[in-house]
Structure formats: C-alpha cells, structure tokens
C-alpha cells in the first residue's frame, strides 16, 4: 500500500534499519521495485525524477500497487526542482515530494520549502529538503567540504520549515566519484541525535559497501540509489544482448534454443539485473523482514 513517506520513515528510525531509494522510469524498473520488496519483505521509496513522467510512474505504482497491495511504499519526487513540478507531483497523487533548495542561501531554501510543506501536508504529503549541498562526483575533491551540513542550521531549518526528512551533505557525492569517498560519520551521528526528523543520504552508488552500511547504522533512513542499480540493469541488458541462447520452458523440464532475445526478453533480462542490485542494496541497510 502507498503509505506517506515520514511514516516509512519513522518506522526506519525507530527500528534502526535504512529504506532503498532507486530511481525509476518505466514499468520495468517500477515492477522490480515491487518484486524485490515483495520477496524479501522490505519496504521501498520509488525515487521519480520529474524529466521521467510523474503522471505516468504514478499510474504505473498504482497499477502495481492493486497487484501487491501487502508492499509497503512510498512514491517521492526527486531532486523537485520547479514550483509547478513539484505541485504537479503532489496532484499526480505522489505520498512525497522532495523540494531542492540545497544551492540556495538558507533564507531562501527555508522560505519555499515552507510554501511546498504547506501545500502537501493539506493531503498527507510528506516533503522531503536538502540542507547543505551533496554535489556531484566528477567535482567531488573540489566540492565536498564546502557543502557539508551544519548542525546548527538543520535544526532551525527543520524547526522554521516543518519538513519531514532532511537530505544532508556528509561526505557522498551523486554519480560516479573522481577520487575516493569519505564520510563525516561523526557529523552524521551529531545530526541524527539532534535532529528530530528522519535522514537521507543522496549519491548512495559508488560510495562503497562498508560506509554505507556504516551510515544507516549510524542514523540513516532512506539511501537514494540510481548509478548502481542502474549500471547492474545495464550490465544484465548487454549480457543479454550478447546472449546466442534463450531458455524456454519445456515440458516438465527446461529446453534451450539457439536464437537471440528479442526486445521484450531483453528488457525483461536488464529489469532482473537492477532488481537483484536492488535486493542486495535491501539487505546491505536491513530493510529485509520488516513486514
Ligand atoms: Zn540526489
């Protein structure tokens, strides 16, 4: 069942697990999201970049959602940049929107989140902001420090916005990092001790087994992944591609002819190699057996 995001959140929290975030487009990546919560019984947050169609991932989760109602999910904007994107979600029918302010001067980030929390929380919207700036990873040596989050501007931030998670700047990058990741786990344990909201962390791929597990044990909740599982579905793709045998169900037993995949067993192959990153992903941040 769609449920609003700060719920998901909240129950993260309070159980000391994190909830995967990819990024989805299509049906594919939408129905492995439902197929790996559904078999490892997780939770997840459908991550929707507006460029994507919000109108059509929202048709999309809810057809999904009517053929495994048991899975508890959200579905979040990402990186909500324009006020109309981010009203046109919230009316698309999505249970979270996340507002982008994160390259602004605090004032300013502080006065549109409000204007959003105002309008989704009238129906049961969670809103979802950054504070301090993650950037991204071509630039990372340059840009990592200045954009850390200050303890002492989440809290007023939070308290002056009402939002109901906070993306925070602690060390991950988006994309692929030019050089190696290094997070401020002390920073991140500051935060999540005082602030009173749930975590996020942004540019999850990449930042490498071993911190991100450490990350959600220190006090995330939601990791936001798109380069991973979106490289492993692309890996699986091109196996497919180069693949001269298809398996076909026999009777009673499993036969192989010698013919290539067509389109549709293709996209099908590059769907089960995100899902399966996906499920490790799941695993990684103990999302496993959660319902
Ligand atoms: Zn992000």
Redesign the pocket.
């Known amino acids: 069942m769609m449920r609003p995001m700060r719920e998901l959140l909240e129950e993260a929290k309070k159980g000391g697990y994190g909830i995967a975030a990819p990024n989805v487009f299509n049906r594919e990546t939408i129905e492995a999201c439902f197929l790996a919560a559904r078999k490892l019984h997780a939770p997840i947050i459908l991550?929707v970049a507006y460029i994507h169609g919000v109108y059509e991932c929202a048709d999309l989760a809810r057809f999904y959602e009517k053929r495994y109602p048991e899975v508890p999910f959200a579905l979040n904007l990402?990186?909500g940049g324009p006020y109309e994107h981010i009203v046109r979600a919230i009316h698309a029918g999505f249970s979270s929107v996340?507002i982008?302010r994160s390259t602004c001067p605090y004032a300013q980030n502080v006065e549109e989140v409000k204007e959003i929390v105002k309008i989704a929380h009238a129906v049961g919207c969670s809103v979802e902001a950054?504070l301090g700036h993650?950037g991204q990873g071509f630039e990372y040596e340059e840009t990592r420090d200045a954009g850390l989050t200050k303890l002492e501007e989440a809290l007023s931030f939070v308290e002056e916005t009402d939002v109901d998670c906070l993306?925070v700047a602690v060390g991950t990058s988006?994309g692929v990092y030019k050089g190696e990741p290094h997070l401020e786990f002390e920073l991140l344990d500051q935060l999540q001790k005082e602030v009173p909201v749930p975590l996020v962390l942004?540019?999850g791929s990449g930042t490498g087994d071993d911190n991100l597990a450490r990350a959600v044990k220190v006090g995330i909740q939601k990791v936001?992944l798109?380069t991973d599982v979106s490289e492993a579905g692309k890996q699986a793709l091109r196996e497919a591609l180069a693949s001269t045998e298809i398996k076909v169900a026999g009777a009673g037993k499993d036969e192989f002819t010698p013919k290539k995949m067509n389109m549709q067993q293709t996209c099908m192959a590059g769907a089960a190699g995100f899902q399966a990153q996906l499920e490790h992903y799941m695993k990684l941040f103990g999302s496993e057996n959660r319902w």
Do not use: L
Request: charged residues 30%; aromatic residues 0%; hydrophobic residues 25%.
């Open positions: 991550d990402d990186h996340m982008d950054e993650v993306a988006h942004h540019g936001n798109n």
